[in-house]
């Protein structure tokens, strides 16, 4: 499922835009499901409480907060580097203004099919190719890794260390947030572990142990899922199915 954001005052526009995705998502053989807000405060109240999305149509004159002080919360505050940012405005003269936000792109109303069509076409392109990749951001730097050389995560408060099999890092973020992210090779055990069943030597009923020797602990939350889930990763490596 792709997730998409629009976020504009003009109700009649959105409800356009809606459509217009909706129909485009039909032709592409795409699930999406669009989100929208008519204003920049409801919008970050809800992303701030766990709302996911992969793509943010945002208006740039919102009558209170303005698409680009949000769009730069989002990337600064909230640490998302993620989320594909694409301005809607009726004027063209914001091109510096916008360069540290690092939209995706910028369209100038009246918004046409085509162009939505090739923006989502863009972002779920992205999307994929970073599929193999995890990125993290620490202040204004981007990282990125090869999620195959990932061992686990662990958090405490809301600083992630990130264990790798030569390297180690710690930056600011979410585990419910990072697992998103994550192909299926990732399970989250804990509310602070997530491993890469790659690198897992033991699995027991109330921990597992690392291919470096770290011990870390199942949760009773998440046992019954943990050991589903490997049955199926053994037959997977077994049976390929």
């Not at 923006?119 to 994929?128: D, T």
């Not at 686990?152 to 600083?159: A, E, I, Q």
Request: with cysteine; charged share 30%; hydrophobic share 35%.
């Amino acid at each position: 499922m792709y997730r998409i954001g629009i976020c504009d005052d003009d109700k009649a526009l959105c409800s356009g835009l809606e459509e217009q995705i909706y129909q485009i998502a039909k032709e592409l053989s795409v699930k999406v499901d669009a989100e929208v807000w008519y204003s920049g405060e409801s919008m970050l109240h809800d992303l701030q409480n766990d709302i996911q999305v992969d793509l943010i149509f945002l208006d740039i004159e919102l009558v209170q907060a303005d698409g680009i002080s949000i769009g730069k919360f989002i990337r600064n505050r909230m640490e998302d580097i993620n989320t594909h940012i694409v301005y809607i405005s009726s004027k063209q003269t914001y091109a510096m203004q916008l360069f540290k936000v690092q939209p995706l792109d910028f369209l100038v109303k009246p918004v046409s099919g085509e162009q939505i069509k090739e923006v989502l076409i863009r972002s779920i392109r992205l999307k994929q190719s970073l599929r193999n990749c995890f990125e993290y951001q620490k202040g204004s730097v981007i990282f990125r890794i090869p999620t195959k050389d990932i061992v686990y995560f662990t958090s405490m408060d809301k600083k992630i260390k990130l264990v790798a099999r030569n390297s180690e890092d710690e930056f600011y973020g979410k585990l419910k947030s990072i697992i998103e992210e994550l192909p299926a090779d990732f399970m989250m055990i804990h509310q602070s572990y997530i491993v890469n069943q790659l690198y897992v030597g033991e699995y027991a009923y109330d921990y597992v142990r690392m291919s470096d020797g770290t011990v870390l602990s199942i949760s009773k939350p998440y046992r019954k899922q943990i050991r589903d889930k490997v049955k199926q990763y053994r037959r997977t490596e077994i049976y390929g199915q």
